[in-house]
């Protein structure tokens, strides 16, 4: 799977975020889900660690793509 390719920027945007108490918890699921992309995780890794579905997946990859 491909990096994300985010700006340093973007990318100390969302690295508090997981650390964070007031961030949504849906959101929180969402940085670490783009950061463990970016770091150029598999998709199987990041599915056991989020315990996400397949579905799930190929939606958030599509919507970031």
């Known amino acids: 799977m ?3 390719n985010l700006t340093e920027i973007e990318r100390e ?3 508090p975020a ?3 108490r007031t961030v949504r918890a849906a959101d929180v699921r969402r940085a670490m889900l ?3 992309l970016e770091d ?3 998709r199987d890794s ?3 660690t989020a ?3 397949l579905a799930f997946h190929r939606t958030l990859v599509g ?3």
């Open 63 to 65: 919507a970031l793509s």
């Open 13 to 15: 945007q969302l690295l």
């Open 46 to 48: 990041i599915m056991r």
């Open 2 to 4: 491909g990096k994300m």
């Open 34 to 36: 783009i950061l463990m």
């Open 18 to 20: 997981p650390r964070s």
């Open 51 to 53: 315990g996400l579905r």
């Open 40 to 42: 150029g995780e598999s």
